[in-house]
C-alpha cells in the first residue's frame, strides 16, 4: 500500500457522461498530481496541485477540471465523456511542489462505452 | 521539450538472465532521472533515482548511472527473478518553478520465464 488512495478502482460509464475521480494523498504530502494512462499515448501528465492552488498544467483537456480541497484530497472531473478518454487514471503525491519523488496511487479505470 | 525514450518490449528472457533496459532522454537544465516500475494490476512505483551526471542509483539489483554525455540512464539488473516480471518506465524531471512534473517513457513491459 502506498499510501495514497484513489476512487472508485473501476468505472464504467457511456459516451457523453460526468464522472468524478477522487485521490487522497499520502500523509504528510501537500501535492497532488494527476496522470492519465493509455495504450496509444503512454502516461500524460494532467495536472499538478500544491496546497490547494494549481501549479503546473499539462496536457488536459478542456472537458477535464481538477480541484485539491482544504483536506489536501483532490478529485478529477472528467465531463462530455468519449470513447478516446478511457484510460487508467493516476493520482500520484508529494511532500513539496519541486524536486521529490512522485507516490503514485493503484489507479483508477475508466471504461467509457 | 523534454522527452524520454526508452526501448518497446516486450523482452523476454529466462530466470537469472541479464536485463538491460534502455533510455535517452532530451531536457533543457539539469534533470533528475528515475526508473520506476508498475507490477500488474498495481500503481507506479519507485524504483531508484540519480539527481546528477555520474550518480549510479540502485536499488534491489536494479542499477542506473546518469550519463550526461551520452544522455541516457540505462537499467540493468544481473540475475533477473520471475518476481522482476512488470513494466519499466524511465522518467525525468526538471525543477522549474512552476512545479514538479515528470515526463515519462512508453514504458517497457519485460516478462521472465522459470
Keep these: 500500500d502506498s499510501g495514497v488512495t484513489q476512487t472508485p478502482k473501476h468505472l464504467i460509464t457511456a459516451t457523453g457522461q460526468r464522472v468524478t475521480l477522487r485521490c487522497s494523498p499520502r500523509s504528510g504530502d501537500l501535492s497532488v498530481y494527476w496522470y492519465q494512462q493509455s495504450l496509444d499515448q503512454g502516461l500524460q501528465f494532467l495536472i499538478q496541485y500544491y496546497n490547494g492552488e494549481e501549479r503546473a498544467k499539462g496536457n488536459i483537456l478542456e472537458r477535464f477540471s481538477a480541484q485539491q480541497f482544504p483536506d489536501l484530497h483532490s478529485e478529477l472531473n472528467l465531463s462530455s465523456l468519449e470513447l478516446g478518454d478511457s484510460a487508467l487514471y493516476f493520482c500520484a503525491s508529494s511532500v513539496a511542489a519541486q524536486g521529490n519523488v512522485l507516490t503514485f496511487g493503484a489507479g483508477s479505470r475508466l471504461t467509457v462505452l | ?114
Excluded at chain 2, 50 to 78: C, M, P, Q, V, W
Excluded at chain 2, 93 to 113: E, Q
Design chain 2, 1 to 114: 521539450g523534454d522527452s524520454v525514450t526508452q526501448m518497446e518490449g516486450p523482452v523476454t528472457l529466462s530466470e537469472e538472465a541479464f536485463l538491460t533496459i534502455n533510455c535517452t532522454y532530451t531536457a533543457t537544465g539539469y534533470p533528475s532521472l528515475f526508473w520506476y516500475v508498475q507490477y500488474p494490476g498495481e500503481g507506479l512505483q519507485l524504483l531508484l533515482k540519480a539527481t546528477k551526471a555520474d550518480d549510479k542509483g540502485s536499488n534491489k539489483g536494479f542499477e542506473a548511472t546518469y550519463r550526461k554525455e551520452t544522455t541516457s540512464f540505462h537499467l540493468e539488473k544481473g540475475s533477473v527473478q520471475v518476481s522482476d516480471s512488470a513494466v519499466y518506465f524511465c522518467a525525468l524531471g526538471t525543477l522549474k518553478a512552476a512545479g514538479n512534473k515528470l515526463t515519462f517513457g512508453g514504458g517497457t513491459r519485460v516478462l521472465v520465464k522459470p
